[in-house]
């Protein structure tokens, strides 16, 4: 019997560094869901989660940010106590929070690809800052008008009642997190991995 033998390309070092960047910005992200402090007006509490959000698309960029998101809802959905409150589970997924969920690799896609213009990763402190606090901007839109478009559809809420319960009370919080997520990057605590 005649063994056939084969040479195996080996993943580039780039890819093996995103990917772990990736799997580390998404356990971070599943760590902070013992953060979470309820709003009595509002069935959403404040969480850090959107932090890293801001993070994954800034540091990993559009990609890998968006792989990070994905991998931190995979591990909530298989029911890692990852999701705010140390909740997990597919039905954390389809609740409330669902559409704020969903929109987080969508809304670190979208601040990598403004920030990097595109896939290939930049200098984030040669980044014009403008650029950034509108690219967080872009995404902290597209969490909340996801999460409460989605809130407002399950719980049969009209616009202004979902954005007053949904996103209002939430402003002051993440100009916050803006902020820090902004002079994380910019003090070169985390910097983009360029190929």
Known sequence: MATEQNSVD????????????????AALIGATAAVSIPIPFSPEPITLQVLFVFLAGLVLGPVWGFVSLVLYLA?????????????????????NSGGYLWSYPIAAALIGFI???????????????????????????????????????LLELGAWEALSLGAFPF?????????????????????????
């Open 171 to 195: 402003i002051p919080v993440e100009i916050l997190k803006m902020i820090a997520a902004i002079a994380i990057v910019r003090s070169g605590g985390l910097r983009p991995v360029r190929s």
């Open 10 to 25: 080996l993943v580039d070092d780039t890819v093996v560094r995103q990917f772990a960047r990736a799997a580390l910005l």
């Open 75 to 95: 591990a909530g959905a298989v029911g890692a106590p990852v999701f705010a409150g140390l909740n997990g589970g597919v039905g954390v997924l389809v609740g």
């Open 115 to 153: 920030v990097h213009r595109g896939t290939e990763l930049r200098d984030l402190t040669a980044v014009w800052l403008p650029v950034i606090v509108g690219a967080l901007l872009a995404g902290t839109i597209v969490i909340y008008g996801m999460g409460t478009a989605y809130m407002a559809w």
